[in-house]
């Protein structure tokens, strides 16, 4: 099959077959390039969807990189039940065989010390949310209208402070929070909080974390999380994983080839 070779990450060899019926980015099978003592894992993608040009203006179609950025996930996660996988980035694509070869032999010292880093680690995310209104118990009868102006303004500031309060409570959670969890992990990434536009969550993001952890150790880890989950009225604390160590991965600068 020609086309360009979609690159999905690199591993050490492993013994375990892929599922015989995964698919990947465009619906091709992946399959293990070997080179050396490491092997990437690839398919073919069409050079009309990924080449240079069409892949620029395809990244604008929020539907066609959700897809994408799905079965790039699917592999990954297929991976990891298997081995520990370098994630790369989404849409690192090659011209062929020759040029993934070429880029597994110049970034070998790079993967082997990830590699040695990520071997039966896998990551968590923790996020904590504040809700947009406290949860209150719903009135038995509609609340009376302010008599006056003074009692709107009144009304108005003890909302203010109540918002004020709780984020001031989330902060505290927060940090104690990532504190705690980071003495359990072997490295941890703060990053952005989310875009509720873009994420989809609920509330406002106020961490947003991830955590390296053995994979051994998983069990406590989680169970320190779920210990925070309920504790304060208007804040969420939400738990994702085990992923691929995408955030400990290193791939900052892994950009799209097609030369």
Known sequence: MTGLRYVYAVCRPFGTPLQAQLTGVGGDPPRLLPHGDLVAVVSHVPEGDFGEEPLRARLEDLDWL???ARAHQGVIDA???VTTPLPLRLGTVFRDDSG???MLEARDEDFHRTLDRLEGR???GVKVFVEAEQPEQAPAAPAPKPASGRDYLRQRRQQTKSREDLWQQAEILATDLHRILSESAED???HAPQNPALSGATGRNVLNAAYLVPRAKSEEFVE???RTKDG????????T?????YSFAGEESAGKESA
Do not use: M
Request: hydrophobic residues 50%; glycine residues 6%; charged residues 25%.
């Open 241 to 245: 994983g085990p992923w691929a160590a």
């Open 224 to 226: 320190r999380v779920d």
């Open 66 to 68: 959700t897809a994408v």
């Open 232 to 239: 304060i009225p208007g804040i969420r604390v939400e738990l």
């Open 188 to 190: 941890s990434r703060l």
């Open 100 to 102: 993934v070869r070429t």
């Open 79 to 81: 991976l990891t039940t």
């Open 122 to 124: 896998v990551e968590w």
